[in-house]
């Protein structure tokens, strides 16, 4: 995780101090959906190479792939705009109303496009293809939910976020959207990474939302971050002080920066360099990573906030998902002690959980999985453990084997609780 930090960090000094920049090569038409993926596609057209997945918007990948799309934007209690995107399989489009609805949480630095850039076997086409109703947050601050009903993304205000506000408001507003618009009383939710920390976060201090779920797949859940991983092997204080000089977006820009690294990834001479960036960065499993489409893959990557990152910093230092420290004064003020308090993960129901982990994850390491396992007030419902002894955290997203080892086992686990499905498509009449 630590290298995409040096390195976006390093970009954005040379784009800085070299005033290299990109002339807009004409209109892009997902200008106005997305303008920063926009402008990345247009430094790619000159310097990329070719590949019609680069820095494709979600809505382009979901339509090469044959699947129409709809895009929402749900506004959150505290005013952010968001984009989701749903998946129409057009054979099942008229049985719409009946399909199971399933919302898909994308991890940190990244976006909707996390369930849809694997080749052959993205998790959401899969889901798609077998008759359920794909819905694709793209949480605030990500390139696709970039407005405010009040705030302007040039303020650094509208920075002033984290994973915390993520799970409160915006997965909130997107399940009580899904249902509005589905009729559907309860949904099945698969969060990733840091989805699994907004829901960690939602279902500690929102336990009665909980009602709304059928099932939670929390894929590498993250309650606890200290001690063994990515994020705790590199120096905490000093990231925490860089990352809290000021509030705004990471990186700043991330069109050129990401636009970038896809090009030092296409390039047949630099590709090995990438390829260990992503080993190291996201804990990729080598024979599992097409190194042929690592380009793809970075002009993909989005941005977060600083203060999410420092959130998620300090979740490391206390080892334990917990309320943001303001300072001694303001946590006072805030929570009435000077140290916040920690995320009370009894009130997570874990008779509504499948945990689905590997046994070489780099991030989210399987002695923390056991700590959070042993910090619920009872055993998960379905408590999975990928197949493979070299699965990486990477992997769920963009092994070559993410069928046989991820996708078809959630398959699987969704369909064995069959009753959960109000209505059965019935494809045989039409
Ligand atoms: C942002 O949201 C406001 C309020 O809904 C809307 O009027 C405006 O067009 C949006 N801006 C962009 C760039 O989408
Ligand atoms: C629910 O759906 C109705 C009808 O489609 C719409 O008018 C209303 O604004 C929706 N409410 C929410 C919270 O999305
Ligand atoms: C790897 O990616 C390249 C470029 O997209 C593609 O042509 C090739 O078929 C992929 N290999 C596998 C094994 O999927
Ligand atoms: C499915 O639809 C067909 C045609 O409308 C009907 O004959 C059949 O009984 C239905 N099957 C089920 C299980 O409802």
């Not at 990515?230 to 920066?257: H, R, Y």
């Not at 086992?409 to 369909?415: E, M």
Request: proline letters at 5%.
């Amino acid at each position: 995780m630590i290298y995409l930090f040096y390195i976006a960090f390093y970009i954005s000094i040379v784009h800085k101090c070299c005033g290299v920049t990109v002339e807009k090569a004409g209109p892009a038409p997902i200008e106005s959906t997305n303008p920063t993926l926009a402008e990345e596609q247009a430094f790619l057209q000159l310097f990329g190479n070719g590949d019609p997945d680069e820095a494709a918007s979600c809505g382009q990948l979901i339509e090469s792939r044959g699947f129409q799309y709809e895009r929402y934007y749900v506004t959150t209690k505290d005013g952010y705009i968001l984009q989701n995107f749903r998946i129409i399989n057009r054979y099942a489009r008229e049985a719409r109303k009946t399909l199971k609805p399933v919302l898909l949480l994308h991890p940190l630095f990244t976006s909707c496009a996390a369930w849809l850039f694997n080749s052959p076997a993205a998790l959401g086409f899969l889901l798609a293809n077998l008759g359920y109703d794909v819905w694709i947050i793209n949480v605030r601050g990500t390139s696709y939910s970039t407005n405010h009903t009040h705030l302007d993304p040039e303020d650094p205000e509208f920075w002033d976020y984290s994973f915390y506000e993520i799970g409160i408001y915006d997965v909130t507003a997107t399940v009580e959207h899904i249902k509005n618009e589905t009729g559907f009383e309860k949904i099945i939710v698969i969060g990733f990474s840091q989805g699994t920390f907004q829901m960690i976060t939602q279902m500690s201090l929102m336990p009665w939302f909980q009602d709304n779920y059928d099932i939670v797949i929390l894929v590498t859940p993250g309650g606890f971050l200290g001690d063994f991983g990515a994020f705790a092997s590199v120096p905490n204080k000093p990231i925490q002080e860089m990352l809290s000089l000021s509030n705004g977006p990471f990186p700043s820009d991330s069109a050129f920066v990401f636009g970038s690294l896809a090009v030092l990834c296409a390039q047949q001479l630099t590709n090995p360099i990438c390829i260990n960036f992503f080993e190291e960065a996201f804990g990729f499993n080598r024979k599992q990573l097409n190194a042929s489409r690592t380009n793809v893959y970075a002009s993909l990557i989005d941005r977060t906030s600083k203060k999410n990152l420092l959130h998620i910093f300090q979740s490391v230092e206390r080892d334990h998902l917990s309320f943001f420290d303001n300072g001694e004064v303001k946590n006072y003020a805030l929570y009435g002690s000077a140290e916040p308090p920690e995320f009370p993960f009894y009130n997570i129901n874990p008779n509504k959980l499948i945990f689905m982990s590997g046994l070489n994850d780099q991030v989210i390491d399987q002695r923390n999985v056991q700590k959070f396992r042993n910090s619920l007030c009872d055993r998960v419902e379905t408590d999975h453990i990928i197949q493979d002894p070299y699965w990486n955290h990477g992997d769920y997203a963009l092994a070559l084997e993410a069928y046989e080892y991820f996708g078809s086992v959630v398959v699987d686990l969704i369909r064995e609780r069959d009753d959960l499905t109000e209505c059965k498509l019935n494809l045989s009449g039409n």
